[in-house]
């Protein structure tokens, strides 16, 4: 009997800048609030992982920055919490892996709970980001609703 496990991650947007009336801050915008990875195979268990890759045909997270008036601007993520919830499991935050959309297999990233910088920008220009993500899981994870939160927070130089 192949045992059940759903994982759900939350995105949560966070926009941290200066005030100053004369200028055009920097935005941001998220397409997707929420990932959910379907159900394990035996595979993905045997591999010890299951993904969110749009060159697979799952949609990957659509990140853009609105540039503004040219401003300087740094795009981090972090985890809200060292645990997945349910934290009875002991799954950490670090099982939560993420990546660029063009990068290859070998550069996913650990989440953790402190800032990781995602992008930085300056100059009058949009940029586009497409997030991957991956979980690390194998057969003594058990069954479960899996949820942590994502925090993305933009500042502005």
């Not at 935005?27 to 929420?34: A, D, G, N, R, V």
């Not at 268990?45 to 697979?56: A, F, Q, S, V």
């Amino acid at each position: 009997m192949m045992r059940q496990i759903k994982t759900i991650v939350f995105f949560l947007a966070m926009l941290l800048f200066s005030y100053n009336a004369m200028a055009e801050e920097p935005t941001l915008s998220l397409q997707t609030f929420y990932a959910r990875f379907s159900t394990p195979t035996k595979q993905d268990l045997n591999r010890g992982y299951i993904e969110k890759d749009r060159r697979n045909n799952i949609n990957a997270f659509k990140i853009t920055v609105y540039a503004g008036d040219g401003q300087g601007w740094e795009l981090y993520v972090k985890a809200n919490s060292h645990m997945f919830s349910p934290g009875a499991y002991g799954k950490k935050c670090g099982d939560l892996k993420w990546k660029f959309d063009h990068e290859n297999k070998n550069s996913y990233r650990r989440i953790k709970t402190g800032n990781q910088l995602v992008a930085t920008g300056s100059g009058k220009t949009d940029i586009t980001k497409y997030i991957d993500l991956k979980m690390v899981l194998d057969w003594s994870d058990p069954p479960a609703d899996y949820n942590i939160g994502l925090i993305f927070s933009l500042k502005v130089k």
